[in-house]
């Protein structure tokens, strides 16, 4: 049996809420002043050798999951999707114009569920992509699965899409809590959609589970883990579930007095990464487990590996582009951010404008603090040379409050030996909290965010 060791005046101490820092800034402080013609000069400044990332953003599911933060909305009929399918297909058509010469080593497809798209939409889209940008010999593309969406016409037209890795949600398999936050999801169905990708030739299959949601206990968990291990994915995500009710209405559904509370939380999180350590799993970062074969795994020992909007990340690209309503990319000069509301960004994409709305312009602090803080999330660390190197102009200010985490420190959760600032074992869950004392903009202007544990 495993067991896990909880202080539980530790967690208190630590587990107010703060970001999960999958950007810095982060997206909240994000503002209306970049705009479709900022977003177009970023975009004719890029070097012709960059590489790119694309993310495109399917914002539609067939039913509401409670426990959900995405930008998504419920449909019953197809042809709003169909609607949205030739938006999205002019904005490729524009963004391949300004950017096709650049060589594209990763695409993310995410949602809601992108894998409503029934088959020829889905042989439609991989057909545009490759006409609108140079794909990369070797370029992982990725695909959020539902497995209730998913039939044998469909698994055949993601393999001519040419998926290399399959992510699935699954949350819990428990009945009771799967009817508590509407996601109905069987093992079985999940089992034989991995099967059916693997036997597609997809080579790398994640798994997103829970922990935190209303009725779930260690238990629960337990089980749920358990039949996630058997089906032996490459990688394994846990994540905490994020109760943001003021930002995403329907979370009001859930009753919110089934939550585990921070110290069942923070045991359900231990329990999960001990299981998948015993398993055979490596820890990555705070909440991702991968086989030791891979990449992921390999990115974590050799120091490349990247944290973005999609988290924990093997993404190497100059430049992530978001492709969708409400998608956000990155660029050398700062974050882009598309129109939320699907038809008013379906009248800017067929116009044949860039449908950018908001973002966020980065100076030269604001890269060194998100590098720091990246360094951090990844590998639980920096080192004050390296940091010197990247940012001469900008290290001091982070030099010193580095100094003042380290003095300020009676749980021992980090240490300093004045270069390298190094996060504990005892300190690594609690490491988004660590990390928030170098958040210049939490400081000025607190935002609501999900608990750290």
């Known amino acids: 049996m495993i067991t896990t060791e909880i202080d539980r005046g530790l967690v208190e101490r630590h587990s107010a809420p703060v970001p999960r820092y999958t950007s810095y800034p982060t997206a909240p402080h994000f503002h209306d002043g970049i705009d479709a013609e900022t977003y177009g000069a970023w975009l004719s400044e890029s070097p012709e050798d960059a590489s790119l ?3 495109l953003h399917i914002p539609f599911c067939d039913r509401l999951c409670w426990f959900c933060a995405c930008h998504t909305r419920q449909v019953l009929r197809y042809g709003p999707i169909s609607a949205y399918l030739e938006a999205l297909h002019a904005e490729i058509d524009t963004l391949g114009g300004l950017l096709g010469e650049r060589r594209v080593k990763a695409v993310h497809l995410g949602g809601g569920s992108p894998t409503m798209l029934r088959a020829e939409d889905i042989d439609r889209l991989g057909a545009a992509l490759r006409r609108a940008f140079k794909f990369a010999d070797d370029c992982e593309i990725s695909l959020e699965v539902d497995p209730n969406d998913i039939t044998s016409e469909k698994l055949d037209a993601w393999g001519r899409f040419g998926v290399t890795r399959a992510s699935f949600g699954v949350q819990d398999f428990d009945e009771t809590v799967q009817r508590v936050i509407n996601r109905q999801q069987s093992f079985a169905a999940t089992g034989d959609a991995v099967a059916g990708f693997r036997a597609r030739g997809v080579g ?10 209303p009725h779930q ?3 629960t968990l337990a089980a749920t883990l358990d039949q996630v291990i058997s089906l032996r994915p490459d990688r394994v995500a846990l994540f905490g579930y994020a109760h943001v009710p003021w ?3 329907h979370q009001r559904l859930i009753d919110d007095t089934r939550l585990p509370d921070g110290h069942e939380r923070f045991a359900q999180a231990r329990l999960g990464a001990a299981m998948l350590e015993e398993a055979g799993y490596v820890a990555i970062g705070l909440d991702h487990f991968a086989l030791p074969e ?7 020992h050799d120091g490349s590996l990247r944290r973005n909007f ?6 190497g690209a100059d430049m992530l582009i978001g492709l969708g309503a409400s998608s956000i990319g990155r660029l050398p000069q700062g974050y882009v951010q598309n129109i939320a509301a699907t038809a008013e960004y379906s009248r800017a994409a067929l116009a044949g404008r860039l449908p950018a709305a908001r973002g966020y312009r980065l100076d030269e ?5 998100a590098w720091l803080i990246e360094q951090i999330m990844c590998g639980f660390g920096f080192s004050a040379v390296k940091l010197g190197q990247r940012f001469p102009g900008q290290a001091s200010p982070l030099l010193a409050e580095a100094v003042r985490v380290a003095k300020n420190d009676p749980d021992h959760l980090v240490s300093w030996d004045g270069d390298d600032f190094r996060v504990t074992e005892r ?3 609690f490491v988004r909290a660590i990390a928030a004392r170098f958040d210049a903009f939490l400081r000025r202007n607190e935002q609501r965010h999900s608990i750290a544990v």
């Open 53 to 55: 990332s694309l993310y």
């Open 365 to 369: 602090a604001d890269k060194a603090t």
């Open 294 to 300: 891979d990449g992921m795994a390999r990115a974590l």
């Open 427 to 429: 300190g690594r869950p």
């Open 204 to 213: 790398s299959v994640n798994l997103d589970v829970l922990y935190g949601l």
């Open 310 to 315: 999609q988290g924990y990340t093997t993404d």
């Open 217 to 219: 206990t260690p238990d």
């Open 247 to 249: 930002m995403k209405k």
